[in-house]
């Protein structure tokens, strides 16, 4: 009973497979070619709104209806806007039976696209990119596929091209709403992009419309929700989004090349946008960089010859210790200022406007709080303007610039701190903390060179060092004298260690060719005083100065004076007593002669 009703069932499977066998070997015959060849036509100007020149066709019924064409023609324009390996058309099988021919779906293969981006929006093959619409034709235009093809977008007066290679695309129809999926390779990079857009014969027509897209790299993730329009250009208005796992390597897609070897990491933005043809404004702006987040607006202007990016940002904290990091200021060694030539080429590239207030700046071991920021780049200078924060303690305020010189970079720094713990911020400076006290210091200086050892031995300008109510750390002048009045011969190793109180300490600096001159430099006390001459080399970064501690208190001790020496490096200098100059001065005895350094 099974065998038979197998035998039934293998007879009227071969049956109808006979039968839709021989009904699409009778298809050439119900359905003329030019038949066909017209259908592909009509579907041809519903999806590009122009009705193109179509040659011969090569039919094929199995394993489904189709036909190739490889000779098109778009109009007469006479531009060479789309070169085919050929295309591929689809012919739905039902209406073919009624001996009635309509396409399912267009496949360019192996194509050569162009867009074009103008004033008056966005064309494709020299078409526009909405369907045309007159009685009689179809209302439903088929899909259309693009695969294993070129796509060149370039501006309309031919500056600017882009290639995607490797590009596989749909776009599909649905009454005036136009989808679009494609995956490609965008400047080595895989990369795929989708749009929506709800009324796409509207922004053939100036209208507005509703559009949804979606962009995916491996440098960047980009989303887009809101209105398009073409109005002497693109307008645009919508929520906005950015993504990126590195901000340098997002920038470097698009040829941009950031300054500093430190930073430009993860990103993120969300906004909305606004969107012309010479500019994009940021509003309700939400962004984060290496970990900081900042809240305000940004515009970048683009109808210049450099973009022109400008902003109001606030933050609660904002950390650049990741971009100091990026500068080599010390060789390897840490013994040396870096040699290395400094390049700021990428600062040409573009034009700044940013302001950025936060509750806390970290610059490496230094913080400073309530700091209103200002940062500029014009004609390849970069600007840096503090205003009135709290750093160290003191009230902060200045400006430093970098840029292009004849010499190879200039270097201008103009800054002044109010009320600092000295300690902290002479340490921060120089490494050196021996110095206590409330501390006011300004400074004026300026050099130019390849490298920043360059820039050190051409140093300029002038500062000022004024502390208060301080001590100084490491040596203890007082006790030395009077020992000295009393033991000449301890004062030598009563000079090292202990502390030096003071009410005031002052040092005026002159600075030329990378040396500080000492001016002035006093060290007053009720009880002693301290005057210092000498030179600081900022290249070599040692200090070489002579000073002469005196008693002041009690009027006997007059006479009691230690000439001594401050040397070494910046780090870590050494304080010992001034044996000639003790001789020269005294009328000490032979044997106290020779112990004396």
């Excluded at 940002?313 to 990741?322: G, K, M, N, Q």
């Excluded at 360059?454 to 060092?465: R, S």
């Amino acid at each position: 009973m099974n065998v038979i009703r197998i035998k039934r069932i293998t007879a009227a499977a071969l049956f109808v497979t006979l039968g839709v066998f021989c009904v699409l070997a009778a298809l050439p015959y119900t359905v003329p070619r030019h038949e066909i060849r017209e259908a592909v036509a009509r579907a041809l100007a519903a999806a590009t709104g122009v009705t193109p020149d179509i040659g011969g066709a090569h039919l094929s019924f199995f394993p489904r209806p189709a036909a190739r064409f490889d000779d098109i023609r778009f109009g007469d324009s006479g531009k060479d806007d789309l070169s085919a390996g050929s295309l591929r058309a689809t012919i739905r099988l039902l209406p073919l039976l009624f001996g009635r021919a309509e396409v399912a779906n267009l496949i360019f293969e192996r194509a050569h696209l162009h867009f074009e981006a103008g004033p008056d929006g966005v064309r494709l093959l020299g078409l526009p990119l909405r369907p045309h619409s007159t009685a009689g034709e179809m209302t439903s235009p088929p899909e259309i596929r693009i695969a294993d093809s070129a796509v060149d977008i370039r501006s309309s007066d031919g500056e600017r091209t882009e290639r995607l290679s490797g590009v596989n695309a749909s776009l599909a129809w649905s009454g005036a709403s136009l989808s679009t999926h494609a995956s490609f390779q965008w400047r080595g990079m895989p990369s795929t992009l989708s749009i929506q857009i709800a009324d796409a014969g509207a922004l053939g027509e100036n209208a507005k419309s509703a559009v949804r897209l979606r962009f995916e790299a491996e440098a960047l993730r980009a989303a887009f929700d809101g209105e398009f329009a073409f109005r002497k250009g693109l307008q645009a208005d919508g929520a906005l989004s950015l993504e990126s796992r590195s901000l340098r390597n997002m920038l470097a897609a698009f040829g941009i090349e950031v300054p500093t070897r430190g930073g430009f990491g993860a990103f993120a933005l969300k906004s909305r946008a606004q969107i012309t043809p010479a500019a994009l404004t940021a509003s309700k702006l939400s962004i984060e960089l290496d970990g900081n987040r900042a809240d305000g607006t940004l515009s970048l202007a683009i109808d210049s010859k450099r973009p022109v990016l400008q902003g109001t940002l606030a933050a609660d904290t904002a950390d650049f210790t990741s971009y100091m990091n990026g500068f080599s200021l010390v060789s390897a060694d840490k013994r040396d200022w870096s040699k290395e030539a400094l390049d700021i080429k990428p600062l040409s590239g573009f034009d700044l406007d940013l302001r950025l207030s936060a509750g806390k700046v970290i610059f490496g071991k230094a913080e400073a709080f309530k700091v209103a920021l200002a940062a500029s780049v014009k004609e390849g200078r970069f600007t840096l303007s503090a205003g009135e924060g709290q750093m160290f303690g003191g009230i902060l305020s200045g400006t430093a610039a970098i840029g292009p010189a004849p010499e190879g970079t200039n270097v201008r720094i103009n800054a002044s701190i109010k009320n600092f713990n000295s300690a902290q911020g002479i340490g921060a400076l120089t490494g050196n903390r021996n110095l206590e006290g409330t501390g006011s210091f300004t400074l004026a200086l300026s050099g130019s060179g390849a490298s920043v050892n360059a820039i050190t031995h051409d140093l300029k300008g002038d500062a000022e060092l004024s502390v208060l109510d301080g001590a100084l750390q490491g040596v203890n002048v007082e006790g030395a004298l009077r020992t000295l009045a009393k033991k000449p011969l301890a004062a030598v190793s009563d000079l090292r260690g202990g502390r030096t109180p003071f009410d005031r300490f002052i040092a005026k600096l002159a600075i030329n060719d990378g040396n500080a001159a000492f001016e002035r430099a006093q060290i007053e006390s009720g009880s002693v005083t301290v005057t210092l001459h000498g030179r600081a080399s900022i290249p070599e970064r040692d200090l070489n100065l002579r000073g002469v501690a005196s008693l002041v208190s009690p009027p006997d001790a007059n006479n009691v004076s230690l000439p001594f020496l401050v040397r070494g490096s910046w780090d870590s200098p050494r304080v010992s007593p001034d044996g000639p100059a003790m001789l020269r001065h005294s009328s000490l005895p032979g044997k106290m002669q020779a112990a004396l350094p």
